[in-house]
């Protein structure tokens, strides 16, 4: 699902998605408050539907403020559900082996960013299958 069907998806859903004009260094902001997600208009396509996805966790948890202590702990989930949520595993295992590791083909063939490609790439080491 495209950036623009993903919008259209959740137009009339009870969390508000606007663009805006982020300050340096920040994608994506969430408000618990208002129910509101902003995503920075100057991201691709491929960061801004990362960027919705990643804080779609945050509003499912309903995660609060950024400045809370916990605010770590709710960053790695939301980085891990959104990376297991956007990369179907058995399509990521066949890129693998076809591009031989290379992040950067992968990642352009999932339409996902570098660090989302990382999020899956650990969550994945972390499970464990005991046959």
Known sequence: MTYGQMRKALYDSPVTIASALLPEGMWGAYCESTQAILIDRRLTYTAKRCTLVHELM??????????????????????????????????????????????????????????????????????????
């Open 58 to 131: 945050h509003w499912r948890h309903r995660d609060a403020a950024c400045d809370r202590p916990c605010r770590g702990r709710e960053e790695r989930r939301a980085r891990r559900e959104s990376a297991l949520f956007l990369i179907e595993p058995m399509r990521y295992g066949l890129l693998e082996q076809m591009y031989e590791g290379n992040s950067w083909n992968i990642a352009q063939e999932l339409e996902v960013t570098q660090q989302v490609l990382g999020d899956f790439r650990l969550a994945m080491s972390e499970r464990v299958c005991i046959i």
